[in-house]
Structure formats: structure tokens, C-alpha cells
């Protein structure tokens, strides 16, 4: 993500991740299936990764903005989204379109998904679970309507961009 | 009570506050489906249509276990026609369709959805249940009937329907700022019908019915 600081993969982070075994462990286990050559190569890429890392994130950053620059969705653009569509999600407004410049455009299905996220984060926060004053059966309810908000703001924002296109 | 022109109900469609605010959303040409000098928006059909599967059931009776709504989406049989694509109702034939447009009413606004006279002297019926109370959020569902001699070939983005808008006041003369909140069909984007009758009223005849059996 743009502007964002990479953050390595350790245990904290994704604890379903696990940590890289020692040197000696992996080129053991590589060697089994490739040989000693190509066990000691990958052995040696790992420190070179950290130092990778970037320039190869940075070259697909730029490969994918230069394919198109929706494709790659900022922190900046999230911010922007949530102000846009959030609290018009909760009052049962789907994210379908947008006024940019006075004009409607079909909000990205990468918008549609984040605001959804959002929205159901806020949910959860606000019935973290049954109660005795909020029924399963209640935020089970709202997370249905929810996702179908969301499953109509992906078919009318796709009808908005059709309509764009053969105008 | 007094109908919206068409520059009220864009000056609504406009209102930044979510309160007050009229979503038709996506209105893909505002010039042409909200003109001005009338008093009502033009709608599109939409996608999604529900052909009834008459022959198999038996009667719809409210009291006779067709009335859960697991049963009542068997009478349907749901078809998605993308745009581009069509779909022939035949003389006589029912079926259920939906606006391309979400619509959702403020607390002071109803309307009325009203076929266009073009389809109607077609033959095409478009609505039978045509009031829409204030706080309604989905797509409409249109009651399709070809009264019609020849078959009618619809196409998903024609503009089926119009919208007339009125302004709800409560009993102090003020717009209301009371929405419907647990009316059957608020907050649903389903076209499929959910209860025939009020759980009260339901009871009731259900234990009328059973007297008599």
C-alpha cells in the first residue's frame, strides 16, 4: 500500500506464519528436493530478502498503477471512502456511486468491499456478541441486510460503469 | 397533500443530510428520467425477475403451510438478465421484476410508483401494490401482467415506471419524522413475498379456520 511502511511477517503480526528455521535446518530440507547448489542459493537469498523487499514491492506497485491506477488501493483512498459511504451504509444507503467533479461515478468493487469491512468491524463493535439486550438473532439480521447492501452496491455500481461505457 | 415537483425531488435526491435525503440510486440519466416542468422520476427495470411456477403447487392458502417464506420462494422460479439481454412475457403472464434503482424514502416522503402510459397501452401492466411508505430502502418490486394480444419483449434499463413523490406530515401539520422502521418490506432488496398477513391477524384466522375444518 502506498505510503505505508513495510512490515515484516514475524509471529506478532500473522501468527500463522511461522518463523523461517535456522540456515542449517532449511538447506537440509531444500537439499533433500533440490540439491546441494540450489539449497545453498536459497539459503543465501534470505538475508538479501529484507533488503529486496521494497525495490520488488515498489517495481509491482508501479507495474500495477501503470496497468491502471485503480488497481492499487491506498490508505489514502480508504479514508476517503469511509467518509463517502459509511454512515450513509448505516442509514441502509449501499455504496453504488459517487459525484466526483459533478459528475456519477460507479464506486470500485475495492471500495465496496473496504467500506463493507468497515462496516461490519462497527457492527461488531457495537454488538460484540449475544446478549441479554442484543438477541444473536438481531446482529445475525443486520449482518444479513448488511451483506446485501453491499451485494446490490456490486450490481447497480457495475450497471453505473456498463451504462458509462456505452454512453 | 401536495405531489413533489420534479426540481423538489432532485433537490432531495441532492440534500446533504442523510436524514432528509431521497436515494434513486443509480439514476443513469438524471436529464432524461427526471424532467423538468413534471412532477414524478422515470425508473428502469432491472435484472432480476421471478416467473411463477404455477403448476407446482396447489392453491396459495395462507392456512396451508404455503404462507412460510421457504415455501413461498417455491412458487418463483428467479432469472438475472444482464443488460443487453431480454426477456418475453407472453398474453396474460405474471411475473415479478425490479427496478435497476435503489430506492430509499425519507421519514417525510411516500410515493407512488405508476406504470408509463407508452407500456401501458401495450397492455404491460407494471403495479398493482403501488404505495411505497416513508423509510422503504430496496428495489422496487413491479407486478408484471401482459393484458396485452402479442408478447412483450423487455429489456433490462428500459424505464418501465415513474415515481410520483408526496410529502408525509404528522398530525401537527409538520413533516414527519417518524419512518416506518418495522414494515414488512423495509431495509429488503428480495422481491419474493414474505407473509400475506400480520402475525396477529394471522392467528387469529388461523384458529378460525381450524374451528371450521
Known sequence: MQGC???????????NVPNCPAKDTLFSEIRKSHGEIQAAICVELIELFDAM??????????????????????????????????????????????????????????????????????????????????????????????????????????????????? | MSALSTEAIVNRLNSPDLETRLVVSPLLDVAGQAKPGQSSIDVRLGFDFCLVTASSIGAISEFDGLTQPRLLKELYRRHYVPFGRSLVIHPHQFMLAQTLEYLRLPADLMAYVVGRSTWGRLGLIVATAVGIHPGFAGSLTLELRNLGEAPITLYPGQTIAQLFFHQVIDQNGNPSKTAAKNTQYVGTVDMVPQRLSSELTHNVLEKLVRKHR
Open chain 1, 53 to 167: 523487499a521494497p525495490t520488488v514491492f515498489s517495481a509491482a506497485r508501479d507495474y500495477l498503477k501503470g496497468l491502471s491506477p485503480d488497481l492499487v488501493y491506498t490508505p489514502a483512498q480508504l479514508s476517503t471512502d469511509v467518509q463517502l459511504h459509511l454512515k450513509p451504509l448505516r442509514k441502509l444507503i449501499p455504496p453504488i456511486e459517487f459525484q466526483h467533479t459533478g459528475n456519477w461515478k460507479p464506486t470500485s468493487l475495492a471500495t465496496i468491499l473496504n467500506v463493507g469491512w468497515i462496516a461490519l468491524l462497527d457492527l461488531r463493535d457495537e454488538d460484540p456478541g449475544a446478549t441479554a439486550v442484543v438477541p444473536a438473532s438481531e446482529t445475525a439480521a443486520k449482518m444479513e441486510q448488511l451483506h446485501e447492501l453491499l451485494l446490490k452496491a456490486v450490481e447497480l455500481s457495475e450497471a453505473r460503469r456498463l451504462w458509462e461505457e456505452h454512453k
Open chain 1, 5 to 15: 511502511a513495510l512490515t515484516p511477517l514475524v509471529t506478532d503480526y500473522a501468527p
